[in-house]
């Protein structure tokens, strides 16, 4: 059965029991051989996990739990696979921040051996370390064989450099999805701070955020709670699944090498959601400042999507267009859906192991699942589970609004009142020099007086909208609708847009009848 948080329970238990059996569903048909997933606390929440859940066996044998192996559950620790980048890009941004790099140096800079490992066309500069986070360098996308590399040693690896790299399209142009890119920027860690990437990430990030069950091999984790990794045969009952063995952290280990469990992932999470959080001001920097968290999260290169399927019914035959805007951070993905807004998120896919971890930047609530099966399921699931969430407890995933600026606020003011008296004090005031430039106060009142009459409106009808209660558009943008009076009279709308000056201004102040809807 799914647990709810010891605290009063923000999610309701048959909410829950519905989260847990999408995952149990999962395991029962044989999509994988168990997992184990959170739900996590957002910015309003003291709780790290508001709920969890665990469906399978951490091994199976010939379709049955293997002998001693124990159901899975909150304490299991398995590999989070490509998850792992998101703690390389922080290290980096790390170093960054201290001034032991830059993200526009070329990777040669900081990893000699690879200077001339790139196919270059003779206008083409070296990828730099920012094209490297952003998966923008043009390497060609490494799944599977990158997962097959883990153990890979320096050595190894710079053979493979001096044997050159290949590309899919120039350097800067494009996404492509690459674990070498990954490896190469473990590789500057081990070389900007003398050591080796996963004491780095360990003393960085893993150590300070108590991080205790996370780690990257046998030697730094409990063992005896380790899932087995399964690999799916060609067989569709539960002997399907059959043990991976594990492999040893090499130089590819920083594109994919951690083991955790939810509880650990749901505080990394944490962290990093808390850099939109409303009261980040307040909040401590820990490990790495706010501004860079709040930087990995933003989309800098767009992956190209598939169009939606053209509609049977449409008689132009098109598209009605794409389901989502998708693109790359540095080692996070950011998308915008249609119904839940911006979301965090990245997957991990590894021989034996599927996983996930995603949040929904304005509440800060997501979901952890982690799975002992290759290429688990656990994308799609914990997006079921966060839209389920979103449909059945209202206001968890709420979106925030942006909001008005004092300034704006009190130039509101100073502009309703203009609009219902005309008073030139006010327009001295508050209004900037390129509003007479744009439109004088004769021709801006007959606009006024026009779209009024249009909408069947009185001057007196403005007398009721307030500063406080319009639409924000952005901190320094604000709208009003006056309802038109009369069947078929258009609304009336105003909006307000302040200049860019500290001291801002009013910049412009429309007043317009437009129909309704």
């Given amino acids: 059965m799914p647990e709810t948080s010891a605290h009063s329970p923000v999610i309701p238990p048959a909410v829950l029991a519905s989260v847990a059996a999408l995952f149990e569903t999962a395991v029962a048909e044989h999509r994988t051989a ?51 980048k998101s703690f390389t890009a922080a290290t980096v941004l790390a170093l960054r921040d201290e001034g032991r790099l830059r993200l526009d140096d070329p990777v040669s800079a900081h990893v000699p051996e690879a200077a001339g490992a790139f196919d270059l066309a003779g206008d083409e500069r070296e990828p730099t370390l920012r094209q490297l986070l952003t998966m923008s360098a043009g390497l060609v996308t490494d799944n599977p064989w990158g997962d097959r590399q883990e153990a890979m040693t320096r050595e190894e690896f ?27 920027l473990g590789r500057v860690i081990d070389e900007v701070t003398g050591g080796d990437y996963t004491r780095e990430i360990h003393r960085r990030f893993l150590a ?134 911006e979301v965090i998120s990245h997957s991990g896919g590894y021989p034996g192991y599927g996983s996930f971890m995603v949040w929904h930047r304005d509440s800060g609530v997501g979901v952890v699942a982690l799975a002992n099966s290759k290429y688990a399921p656990a994308t799609p699931l914990s997006m079921q589970a966060l839209r389920l969430l979103q449909r059945e407890v209202p206001g968890l995933l709420a979106r925030r609004g942006p909001e008005a600026a004092p300034r704006t606020l009190a130039a509101a003011d100073a502009a309703l009142s203009w609009l ?42 403005l007398a009721q909208l307030e500063a406080g209660r319009a639409e924000v558009l952005s901190p320094a943008r604000l709208r009003w609708t006056v309802p038109g009076r009369g069947a078929g009279a258009p609304n009336l709308r105003i909006e307000l847009l302040m200049d860019p000056r500290r001291e801002a201004a009013i910049q412009s102040l429309d007043t317009l009848a437009v129909t309704a809807g």
Avoid: K
């Fill in 208 to 341: 300070p955020l108590g991080l205790e069950d996370t780690g990257w091999s046998a030697e730094e984790i409990d063992t005896a709670r380790l899932a087995t990794g399964h690999r799916l045969a060609d067989r569709t009952d539960a002997t399907r699944f059959e043990q991976v063995p594990l492999d040893s952290p090499g130089v590819y280990g920083a594109m994919a090498g951690l083991f955790s469990t939810v509880d650990d992932v749901a505080r990394w999470v944490r962290f990093l959601a808390a850099a939109d959080a409303p009261d980040t001001a307040d909040r401590p920097q820990g490990p790495l400042a706010t501004a860079s968290r709040r930087e990995m999260q933003q989309l800098h290169r767009h992956q190209p999507l598939a169009a939606l399927p053209v509609d049977p019914e449409d008689p132009a035959g098109t598209s009605p267009g794409f389901d989502r805007v998708r693109g790359y951070g540095l080692g996070l993905v950011v998308e915008h859906f249609p119904d839940l807004g």
């Fill in 34 to 84: 168990g997992i184990t997933w959170a739900v996590i606390g957002g910015h309003a929440h003291e709780q790290a996990v508001l709920g969890h859940g665990a469906a399978g066996h951490r091994a199976l044998r010939d379709g049955a739990p293997a002998e001693g192996a124990a159901p899975m559950d909150r304490a299991t620790v398995s590999r989070i696979a490509s998850m792992t």
């Fill in 420 to 461: 219902a008296r005309e008073d030139d004090a006010v327009a001295d005031a508050w209004f900037a020099d390129s509003m007479e430039l744009d439109v004088s106060r004769p021709e801006r009142r007959r606009r006024l007086a026009a779209a009024l009459r249009t909408a069947g409106l009185e001057r007196s009808d």
């Fill in 158 to 184: 710079a053979a493979t450099l001096r044997g050159g790299l290949s590309h899919v399209h120039r350097v800067g142009t494009g996404f492509e999805y690459s674990n070498t890119g990954y490896a190469l």
